[in-house]
């Protein structure tokens, strides 16, 4: 493979090696699941653990060890002492391998109900989520939690590795029933959330034994009744170029780049779709109207010593530079004046609680969408659901770990898109302006502008509210009046 | 025509980095870039130049200088910093001077808090800096693997990795209260061989004791000990061999074990990576003082 190509023509493996891919993934899956097990198998079969690692896992196996086999994967995997003592994973950890077609990076996240918060933070960087289920236990109730949160989160692709295959005989049976009883659950779950189906593009079922190594690196011959591909070769050949949004074009302005006054240009990251030099753009929220002059992206050292480029597209890191002198800040959008995106001070979006200390109404926190950072406040909890059963429930309050569909209102207009279209003009954070603690995680859903979902107040409340703001500015309270 | 509109792994990982630091100069009022003069610090610099063009970073670099470097690394920072252009800051402690600290006889574990952790803590206290921005890739050690890539420290520098904030999509946290500060990971997502990889697709200088050469080498338990200069005890000067050695990471020249190479270009540096089975960590001695050691060291500051 590719190690005998780096022995005998290193060059020729280094060119082949500048074009991988890059695939983002996360596993979900209880401890019990043999989740670590599986990520300390990708990563020894793929030779990414050393000797001295290897040697260091082999005397702590005995130490700490929970598996009776020589090495115990999991160790390998989980990072921190008090964890390791605890004999669980606590929190995220990202792990990296890579094979002659893709570079890998795992989110490991534990499965326990406490820790929405984490499948939820790593699966927002992930192409695709491998859900894990015991071939002994089949389909539970985290089960449908992970694969809620998947699709939540927009991840594209679902292999479910039905593991533990040598304990049941590698009976093809049991993953067939597996597989039935989940994709009736994926039904059910695109019903309740009203979703298209092909907004996960592919679901797949993959029966292995991480402990063993079936089908893992190597398709298993314990089970020849199954006919499709090891995890690592679906892994390295599944389509995901066509899971960033080509089309529309988002530019966040980063940052403002004024070097000296004759240089004026505006640092970002490439949200979603393509740009050329010429093309007509619109700033946004302020709808000025301009025409691109330049796209930088020095090519530093190298031979040639090219500066600006004529074509870019997401996720490219470029500094752009317009014909016109328009005033931009860093959170402004640009996107291409063709195909606008609307702005609003209003938006519905499901929101995920983060913190110890529940989501109140009415209290001002501090959102950072892409590079816009603003104040909002939570007008309304729609509904919450229950992530085990679907079910939407009536609350007014969010707590640690739990999902709810909310309105809020913001204090200053924003451009933004809805999640399922771009993930980054449509996903922000929220701060808590005191202990400035990230809270939640916002997905939008609807920028709608705000005049035809607002409340109707009655003369009362309206004048209520303009008293306090005459007589109490310190409180800072916010109009309800209509602006005409 | 999708598939030309495709950014390769290496341009994926450079495109984020660029995000972070232009993150950073954009939310902190005082950042600062650590250097240490190795391979990651390079291609971080190399970022930088990148992400602020045809403008220098907007922040300085930090060397917290433990006078026990190799020549060759003081002799490349100044060359670098100088042909850049970019602003640099040297620490290093006073009271370690004073102290004359000196790790072939105080140890290992006594230099390294003295020199370069202490040092770190002044030279973050004095610069008053609210954003430090470090080299450090998660693929390098278990407990870097949790950390976030603003990774908060409270007001005596301390990292909780209890109490991390969530990091979702790229969107980052930098809020924090005065006395606080972000330690921030530009290079999280790198492993390794991506480093090598980008160094040599983008031509970046580094500093030539990564690449073999006949140097004087003394076995200290074990290690692979390279005499530098007439500090080195003469009772192990003595013992020195040439032997044609290479660095797979940087540090103070008495704590940092040569590995036996032919290595003399980059395909050859990375080819011997590809197929050697041991992690560059090996060669650093602070690592294998005790199980789970950068952890208390990380919690202690270090970092």
């Not at chain 1, 983002?24 to 097990?37: A, E, H, N, P, Q």
Request: hydrophobic share 35%.
């Amino acid at each position: 493979m590719s190690k005998n190509l780096a022995a005998t023509n290193i060059e020729q493996y280094l060119k082949e090696h500048e074009n991988k891919e890059l695939l983002r993934l996360i596993t979900c899956g209880s401890v019990d699941d043999g989740k670590s097990t599986l990520i300390g198998r990708l990563l020894y079969d793929s030779k990414t653990i050393l000797e001295d690692q290897l040697i260091a896992v082999k005397r702590e196996s005995k130490k700490y060890g929970t598996s009776n086999e020589e090495i115990d994967f999991a160790l390998l995997v989980d990072g921190l002492q008090s964890e390791r003592e605890q004999g669980i994973t606590i929190d995220v950890a990202y792990r990296f391998f890579s094979t002659d077609r893709r570079k890998y990076i795992i989110a490991d996240t534990p499965g326990h109900e406490q820790y929405t918060r984490n499948m939820v933070t790593g699966a927002s960087t992930a192409n695709l989520a491998v859900i894990l289920i015991d071939a002994r236990k089949g389909v539970l109730t985290q089960t449908k939690r992970h694969t809620y949160i998947a699709s939540l989160l927009g991840i594209k692709h679902i292999v479910v590795a039905i593991n533990k295959m040598d304990i049941v005989g590698y009976s093809k049976d049991v993953y067939e029933n597996i597989k039935k009883d989940y994709l009736q659950i994926y039904e059910k779950l695109t019903k309740s959330l009203k979703k298209s189906k092909d907004s996960i593009h592919t679901i797949d079922f993959i029966p292995i034994s991480a402990l063993k190594g079936d089908n893992v690196v190597q398709k298993s011959t314990n089970m020849q009744w199954y006919e499709g591909k090891a995890l690592l070769e679906y892994l390295d050949t599944i389509e995901i170029s066509k899971d960033i949004n080509q089309k529309d074009f988002r530019f966040p302005v980063q940052y403002v780049n004024r070097p000296n006054l004759d240089f004026r240009g505006f640092a970002g990251t490439i949200a979603s779709g393509s740009v050329k030099v010429k093309d007509e753009i619109t700033v946004l929220p302020s709808g000025k109207k301009s025409r691109i002059k330049e796209i930088i992206l020095p090519s530093i050292g190298s031979s040639s010593e090219l500066v600006s480029i004529q074509e870019a597209f997401a996720p490219m890191a470029i500094t752009l530079t317009l014909e016109d002198e328009i005033d931009i800040s860093r959170g402004d959008i640009i996107a291409h004046s063709k195909d606008c995106l609307t702005t609003s001070d209003s938006i519905v979006a499901m929101i995920v609680w983060m913190d110890e200390k529940p989501l109140e109404l009415g209290v001002e926190y501090e959102i950072k969408r892409a590079t816009t950072s603003l104040n909002a406040i939570f007008e309304e909890i729609i509904f919450k659901k229950d992530i085990n059963s679907w079910e939407e429930i009536k609350t007014d309050s969010l707590e640690l770990n739990e999902i709810g569909k909310c309105r809020l209102s913001l204090t200053k207009e924003i451009a933004c898109d809805p999640y399922n279209k771009i993930k980054g003009t449509g996903s922000f954070i929220v701060i808590d302006k005191i202990t400035n603690h990230t809270v939640a995680a916002g997905l939008i859903i609807d920028a709608t502008n705000s005049d035809k979902k607002k409340r109707v107040y009655t003369e009362a409340e309206i004048e209520l509210n303009r008293y306090i703001r005459k007589h109490f500015p310190e409180w800072r309270c916010i109009s309800i009046e209509e602006k005409t | 025509m999708i598939d030309k509109k495709r950014l390769s792994h290496l341009k994926q990982l450079e495109a984020e980095s660029i995000y972070i630091l232009r993150e950073v100069a954009a939310q902190f009022e005082n950042p600062v870039m650590m250097y240490s003069i190795g391979k990651d610090s390079s291609v971080m610099l190399h970022l930088a130049m990148k992400a602020f063009f045809p403008g220098k970073p907007p922040f300085p670099l930090l060397h917290v200088d433990t006078l026990w470097k190799f020549k060759e690394m003081i002799e490349f920072r100044d060359k670098r910093v100088k042909e850049l252009g970019v602003e640099l800051i040297v620490h290093t402690n006073p009271e370690g001077i004073k102290m004359n600290i000196n790790p072939f006889v105080h140890g290992s574990k006594l230099h390294t808090d003295i020199m370069k952790t202490q040092a770190l803590k002044q030279a973050l206290n004095r610069g008053k800096f609210d954003a430090v921005i470090g080299g450090a890739r998660r693929d390098e050690e278990k407990s870097r693997a949790k950390e976030r890539i603003f990774s908060f420290r409270d007001k005596f520098h301390r990292w909780d990795p209890k109490n991390q904030r969530p990091e979702l999509w790229n969107i980052y946290n930098t809020k924090i209260n005065k006395g606080e500060s972000v330690r921030v990971f530009p290079l999280s997502n790198w492993t390794e061989l991506d480093i090598w990889q980008y160094i040599y697709l983008e031509n970046i200088p580094i500093v030539p004791l990564y690449f073999a050469k006949e140097r004087s080498i003394v076995e200290i338990e074990g290690a692979k000990i390279m005499v530098d200069d007439e500090r080195m005890p003469i009772h192990l000067r003595k013992k020195a061999k040439i032997e044609k050695v290479r660095f797979r990471t940087l540090g103070c020249y008495p704590l940092t074990g040569a590995i036996s190479s032919n290595a003399q270009t980059l395909p050859e540096i990375i080819q011997e990576m590809l197929l050697s089975r041991n992690s560059e960590r090996e060669g650093r001695i602070i690592d294998k003082d005790q199980e789970g050691s950068m952890e208390k060291k990380k919690i202690e500051g270090y970092f």
